[in-house]
């Protein structure tokens, strides 16, 4: 069984940054990966940035595209967000989530997609005041 746990949420004003971290635990992840997904009061969850455990691939959202930047350490089996530049519309509860089966080379699809992820987090809330 996987385990995830986020930390670093809080409250920033605009333009100001937050780094949150994904710990996993329960196993060695060797394929697949991890993704950030965030879902805002009365909206669905949306992708927000993702990266695979083998190469290092990483996809991000165009709402986030140049703001945020997510790594991995492997050997901590740990995944960073790190989100700049932060606006009002960045609010939301912020999900790590991960993948362990095979991508099957469809890693930029299959990363994006809510349902195919295997285990999520509790989710952090991330406040942005104007």
């Known amino acids: 069984q996987v385990q995830l746990v986020e930390s670093g949420g809080g409250l920033v004003q605009a333009g100001g940054s937050l780094r949150l971290s994904c710990a996993a635990s329960?196993?060695?992840?060797?394929?697949?990966?991890m993704g950030w997904f965030r879902q805002a009061p009365g909206k669905e969850r949306e992708f927000v940035a993702a990266?695979?455990?083998?190469?290092?691939?990483?996809y991000y959202a165009d709402s986030v595209k140049g703001r945020f930047t997510i790594s991995r350490d492997n050997a901590k089996n740990t995944v960073l967000l790190q989100m700049n530049s932060l606006k009002p519309e960045d609010i939301a509860v912020y999900y790590c989530?991960?993948?362990?089966?095979?991508?099957?080379?469809?890693?930029?699809?299959?990363?994006?997609?809510?349902?195919?992820?295997?285990?999520w987090g509790q989710g952090t809330q991330v406040t942005v005041s104007s």
């Open positions: 989530a991960a993948r362990t089966s095979s991508m099957y080379g469809r890693g930029s699809y299959i990363l994006r997609n809510s349902m195919l992820y295997d285990y």
């Open positions: 990266i695979t455990w083998s190469g290092g691939s990483t």
């Open positions: 329960g196993r060695t992840f060797s394929s697949g990966g």
